[in-house]
């Protein structure tokens, strides 16, 4: 799975963690996956689900494509089954400059972030479990001369973390 620990998991967080890491591998469209654009990772502090713009929104836009909101839906699942938070990353690539609406990379990704948390939140997550970043074309997965730097780079990540870590989670 990714870059997921499957050995046997040790405690209940460990065993949540790889729940809603499993969750979250099987909402992802089976084109995408083994794609280097989308899948799940697990850390000590919680999961990042990261899923490339191209299957989230419609092309040159904000608005949820159908696999989007399949897989927004299994976000609401995971944050109504288990205790915790959610960061939800948005990011942009450098070959996106002049999308219509957003007159910068920092105003795409935010917007990208920001729809997603206004979608949980109509269909039910507490907004007080929900934080929004953005970062443009700051973090880039490879650099923007790599063939494929748009997929890799322009994605929305969704970090599920333990509540004890919501002051403390370093990487937002």
């Known amino acids: 799975m990714d870059k997921l620990d499957t050995r046997a998991p040790r405690s209940d967080k460990e065993q ?32 990042l689900l990261h899923i490339s713009s191209d299957l ?12 989007g909101e ?29 999308v219509p609406g957003y007159p910068s990379l920092w105003d795409l990704s935010s917007a990208r ?9 109509e269909h039910g997550v507490s907004a007080k479990l929900l934080r929004s970043v953005a970062y443009g074309d700051s973090r880039p997965q490879v650099p923007g001369t790599t063939t494929n730097a748009a997929e890799l780079n322009s994605r929305v990540e969704f970090f599920f973390h333990r509540p004890e870590f919501m002051s403390t989670v370093t990487g937002y």
């Open 113 to 121: 972030a920001n729809s997603a948390i206004r979608w949980l939140v």
């Open 70 to 98: 399949k897989a927004l839906q299994q976000v609401v699942d995971v944050m109504n089954k288990y205790k915790v938070y959610l960061v939800v990353r948005g990011h942009a690539d450098s070959s996106e400059k002049g």
């Open 16 to 47: 949540s963690q790889l729940a809603i890491a499993t969750t979250l591998k099987n909402c992802l469209p089976e084109h995408a996956v083994p794609s280097p654009a989308s899948g799940t990772t697990s850390d000590n502090i919680g999961v």
């Open 56 to 67: 989230m929104f419609l092309p040159g836009s904000t608005k949820f494509s159908p696999g």
